[in-house]
T-cell receptor
Framework: DTGVSQDPRHKITKRGQNVTFRCDPI?????LYWYRQTLGQGPEFLTY????????KSRLLSDRFSAERPKGSFSTLEIQRTEQGDSAMYLC????????????FGPGTRLTVL | AQKITQTQPGMFVQEKEAVTLDCTYD???????LFWYKQPSSGEMIFLIY??????QNATEGRYSLNFQKARKSANLVISASQLGDSAMYFC????????????????FGTGTLLAVQP
């Protein structure tokens, strides 16, 4: 399977714990996006990488959130001191700069904070 | 600011019938892209169809077509011959910024329409 993959698919944690999610984009895609989707809403942009550089962060990305893409391949999204309001689906998408506009999405990580 | 509006929270359609899902958008950009994605209950966003703002013809992909009316700023999705497997959430989205202008090109999504196909 050469699509975007995300791990884990589901995460249940207690409030105050740290969690980390991983995204593996399609191999030749240099652009990587993280989105968050809460119940009944469309995905909302969190952050964007071009290769290893994080070029944009949404105001939704509080200082408890950090994302990395150290070698321009996979990316991680860490949430520190989780809160119940962090419960959501976290979606990763990738595309190539010179390709079609389409962003290819992974299956998402569903986070539940108790 | 760019905005996508989907005014239909839910729709029913009979199997084999056609259905139109509404989408209006707001942007001051001259060049933009519009997308429709399908999200089944499993959660994955599946790309369906794309329309560029300068494309003169409406986009079509199999049973999906996009009714693009630029002056009205609408980009409705038409699904012909509905199938039970079409039951899902459908999201309209817009690309932010010029495609090759160095912008992030993040997607701005609407709130979605839940489509239920009845046998």
């Amino acid at each position: 399977d050469t699509g975007v993959s995300q791990d884990p698919r589901h995460k249940i944690t207690k409030r105050g714990q740290n969690v980390t999610f991983r995204c593996d984009p399609i191999s030749e895609h240099n652009r990587l996006y993280w989105y968050r989707q809460t119940l009944g809403q469309g995905p909302e942009f969190l952050t964007y990488f071009q290769n290893e550089a994080q070029l944009e962060k949404s105001r939704l990305l509080s200082d408890r959130f950090s994302a990395e893409r150290p070698k321009g391949s996979f990316s991680t999204l860490e949430i520190q001191r989780t809160e119940q309001g962090d419960s959501a689906m976290y979606l990763c998408a990738s595309r190539h700069s010179t390709g079609n506009d389409e962003q290819f999405f992974g299956p998402g990580t569903r986070l539940t904070v108790l | 600011a760019q905005k996508i509006t989907q005014t239909q929270p839910g729709m029913f359609v009979q199997e084999k019938e056609a259905v139109t899902l509404d989408c209006t958008y707001d942007t001051s950009d001259q060049s933009y892209g519009l997308f429709w994605y399908k999200q089944p209950s499993s959660g994955e966003m599946i790309f369906l169809i794309y329309q560029g703002s300068y494309d003169e013809q409406n986009a079509t992909e199999g049973r999906y077509s996009l009714n693009f009316q630029k002056a009205r700023k609408s980009a409705n999705l038409v699904i012909s011959a509905s199938q039970l497997g079409d039951s899902a959430m459908y999201f309209c989205a817009m690309r932010e910024g010029e495609k090759y202008g160095g912008a992030t090109n993040k997607l701005i999504f609407g709130t979605g329409t839940l489509l239920a196909v009845q046998p």
